[in-house]
């Protein structure tokens, strides 16, 4: 079965699922499809690049195409190339606001890897193609269409809905979250927020697993292992060569593995994919804090489920290491940089102790990270949002679960949780071939309608009125 026809059924399945309210008669999807992919491809052929960004080609095209639907926005910025945007649909005011957000900015390319232009936003075999089309533009056309859709439809709103289309996430937040957050906070202000972070996933025209991102590891960017000896000459080896110590310790962190420790969501995540596991996988889901065979488990989870595993814990990879400049010379520094990735509760200072006993040498220093995400609680699976998440799943798909989920990555989700916003993060069904970051980057175009209706019947569940 192709992945087009596979959504097709999706698609169809899920259209029929639908109940319409009495406020809110069923919408066209596929003509709101259709436009959806329109707008995408039109951003795709923004560049947005960043460095150096340039997210006001965004800002500005979607204020446009938000004035010809009458939604009021505006253009905020700390850098006049890279703006976000901030528009406002008003509901009666007896519930706080629903803030939907996406970013604006998309990572490099290398023109030369890609059989089709990375900005051109064609269209081949039921796909859009082009840098941005996962990661995160689709997901900012389906809002915007959301936004149209419920102007268009004069849907009486308990909650306004706040759609926040932010630069700068792939790596420069300071111009986007962290900017709007301190100095436009009352313009996003709101009780639940839905962001990217979550999947679909589907097998043979089924769709298996809703996950939503409750909650994601903290970044901590930026440390360094540096080792320090005393250069010489290649043919005197020291005991001190500062690559040998450097070595020793990297190879140290690199087979230590942090201690799992689960939270609301890891436990739920676990509990629910036991019920849908193959016999082995469930067994292990279930009993990875079994005191006889939990640690036993656990290493089976490090060598043969490592995105399960990394979910469970705070992560180490060593990712980048550089020494030396001659092949004579033994040199008087080398150093390792680590990607660690910190479970929200994670105390920084205690881990780093943790690792300079690890290495267990004076001459190896490990340094503080030089910039990371703000921590904070997990988003409720008792809230309102949550439940309306389920609830949709429930209707469009009812032989698949919902997965609340700790998502390993990093997104701008982090610094409204850290405000007290209950944020939750959704995806699309990823296509095998390329998707976030990669090579030839393209969205399904039935599956972008799918989650488009998604998307819609949860703003209408918990931002409508009664």
């Keep these: 079965m192709t992945t087009r026809s596979l959504c097709t059924r999706l698609l169809v399945a899920g259209m029929c699922g639908f109940v319409a309210t009495p406020h809110a008669q069923a919408p066209d999807f596929r003509q709101a499809r259709d436009e959806t992919v329109t707008l995408l491809q039109a951003l795709i052929r923004l560049d947005t690049r960043s460095p150096p960004g340039n997210e006001t080609l965004v800002a500005e095209y979607v204020q446009r195409t938000l004035d010809a639907a009458e939604i009021p926005s505006s253009i905020v910025a700390l850098d006049a190339s ?21 970013h604006t ?65 792939e790596g420069t937040t300071e111009v986007g979250i962290d900017f709007v957050v301190e100095h436009h906070w009352d313009a996003i202000d709101a009780e639940y927020a839905l962001n990217e972070g979550g999947r679909m996933s589907a097998t043979n025209g089924r769709v298996d697993t809703v996950s939503i991102a409750t909650t994601e590891k903290v970044p901590w960017r930026g440390i360094k292992l540096i080792a320090r000896g005393v250069a010489g000459h290649g043919s005197a080896p020291r005991l001190d060569n500062a690559i040998v110590r450097l070595a020793n310790a990297v190879a140290k962190v690199g087979a230590f593995q942090p201690p799992m420790r689960l939270n609301e969501t890891t436990r739920a995540y676990l509990d629910r994919l036991a019920r849908i596991s193959p016999p082995e996988a469930a067994y ?58 910190a479970l929200p509760d994670e105390d920084l200072d205690q881990f780093l102790n943790t690792l300079r006993d690890l290495i267990d040498d004076p001459a190896v220093e490990v340094t503080r990270p030089t910039s ?10 008792d809230s309102e949002m949550f439940q309306a998440l389920e609830r949709v799943q429930a209707e469009m798909f009812p032989e698949a679960i919902t997965l609340p989920t700790m998502l390993v990555a990093s997104t701008d989700s982090a610094q409204m949780r850290a405000r007290g916003v209950q944020t939750y993060g959704l995806g699309m069904i990823r296509d095998d071939l390329s998707g976030v970051h990669g090579t030839d980057e393209r969205l399904s175009i039935d599956g972008l309608g799918l989650f488009l209706q998604y998307l819609y019947r949860v703003v209408v569940e918990v931002a409508g009125a009664d």
């Design 284 to 341: 292990r889901y279930r009993n990875v804090e079994d005191r006889r065979f939990g640690e036993e488990i656990q290493e089976q989870l490090r060598r043969t489920d490592i995105d399960v595993n990394s979910m469970l814990r705070t992560s180490i990879s060593p990712n980048i290491i550089a020494g030396g400049f001659r092949r004579n010379v033994i040199p008087a520094d080398a150093e390792a940089e680590l990607d660690i990735r």
């Design 105 to 169: 900015d998309v990572v490099g390319v290398d023109p030369a890897d890609w059989s089709v232009a990375p900005l051109g936003g064609e269209i081949h075999e039921g796909f859009v193609s082009g840098r941005g089309a996962s990661d995160d533009k689709g997901q900012l056309a389906a809002m915007v269409q959301v936004m149209r859709m419920l102007q268009r439809r004069q849907v009486p709103l308990a909650r306004d809905v706040i759609l926040l289309a932010e630069s700068g996430e």
């Design 372 to 381: 990371m995400r703000p921590a904070a609680p997990p988003s409720s699976l």
């Design 82 to 102: 890279r703006a976000n945007l901030i528009a406002r649909l008003k509901g009666d005011g007896s519930k706080r606001p629903l803030l939907l957000m996406a």
